[in-house]
């Protein structure tokens, strides 16, 4: 069965630290991979995504993320982390209409 | 701006009531979807479209019902409301590029 695992429900880190948010999954092919941002109240913000080429990512705000087909990973990773960055943060992976969302990760941030 | 429009933002709606949650995009995706988000459970999808005309069933599609009319507005509608359709719902769209979502309706069902 299809399905994405976000391994951290909730991490904390302070201001300036680096960040990395963990996403495996399991699928039948090499699927479109996505990182997705939810801020409170908010819908969800594509941070980015990959769908072939280079493995290492880059998306808005600072973030990158890799995958890693050995380990069917897809972390994402930012390296100074600011206060603006708490949110929820959403793994996907799929295609077409066969799409599954992680249950997220909740970031908190330290001043 | 290009993207996709939901309504109500925010709702409290006796069990039993009638309730369409409306959804509107102009970026003329083919494709739309429903999901609902619960704490804990993610994002699971409620009713898909591929294209104007025809809608499909997803993983949670009991208890709701959507029609796709044209290209641009996918309603979802909850016949008979029950507690347990207490969520967040967002309508999103897709093309090859990804998937873009609503701003989401909080449904809350007393």
């Known amino acids: 069965a299809q399905s994405v695992t976000q391994p951290d429900i909730h991490i904390t880190v302070s201001e300036g630290a680096s960040l990395e948010l963990r996403c495996n999954y399991s699928?039948?092919?090499?699927?479109?991979l996505f990182w997705y941002v939810q801020s409170p109240g908010q819908g969800l913000q594509l941070l980015l995504k990959?769908?072939?080429?280079?493995?290492l990512v880059q998306g808005i705000k600072g973030f990158e993320a890799e995958f890693k087909r050995s380990q069917s990973s897809f972390n994402l990773r930012k390296p100074s982390v600011h206060w603006s960055d708490a949110a929820e943060y959403i793994c996907?992976?799929?295609?077409?209409?066969?799409?599954?969302f992680g249950p997220g990760t909740r970031l908190s941030v330290l001043p | 701006i290009a993207g996709i429009t939901q309504a109500p933002t925010s709702q409290i709606l006796a069990a039993g009531r009638r309730m369409t949650l409306r959804c509107t995009q102009d970026m003329r995706h083919n494709a739309m979807y429903w999901y609902r988000q619960d704490l804990g459970l993610g994002l699971r999808l409620i009713h898909y479209s591929n294209t104007a005309g025809t809608t499909g069933k997803g993983e949670v599609p009991d208890g709701y019902s959507v029609s796709r009319a044209n290209t641009d507005d996918f309603p979802l509608t909850l016949a008979s409301a029950v507690p347990s359709q207490t969520s967040v719902y967002f309508c999103a769209s897709s093309d090859s590029a990804g998937y873009t979502f609503g701003s989401g309706t909080r449904l809350t069902v007393v």
């Open positions: 699928y039948g092919a090499t699927p479109y």
């Open positions: 990959y769908f072939s080429g280079d493995t």
């Open positions: 996907a992976v799929g295609y077409a209409q066969n799409f599954v």
